[in-house]
């Protein structure tokens, strides 16, 4: 009752990770210093007149101030009605590039 295997509160029971519906402000803030930080750094790097293939794609994706907030903030999934979901709610979002989505979504 009192020991290691006691029961759990049911108040704390339930999903761990939880995560929230919606980004908020400040969570948005970061996101775009994120992808600014991020293409200072491909510009830093293109303009030492390194070249490689994969320079070269990170060039060719759109610049945070390109992109529409729809693209900033939600990314293309086809198992979710509507085929968007918040980035957010991807795993790892904050180490990928989610700025592409198919044509059309």
């Not at 029961?7 to 919606?22: C, N």
Request: hydrophobic share 40%.
């Amino acid at each position: 009752m009192f020991g290691a295997f006691r029961p759990t509160s049911i108040a704390s029971g339930g999903l761990l990770w939880k995560s929230p519906f919606r980004l908020s402000p400040t969570r948005k803030a970061n996101h775009r210093r994120r992808l600014r930080l991020v293409d200072d750094v491909i510009a830093a790097v293109a303009a030492s007149g390194v070249e490689t293939r994969s320079l070269a794609r990170a060039a060719a994706l759109p610049t945070e101030g390109e992109m529409l907030p729809r693209d900033k903030y939600t990314t293309f999934d086809h198992k979710v009605r509507g085929w968007r979901k918040s980035v957010h709610k991807v795993p790892k979002w904050t180490r990928l590039t989610l700025r592409e989505n198919p044509r059309g979504f």
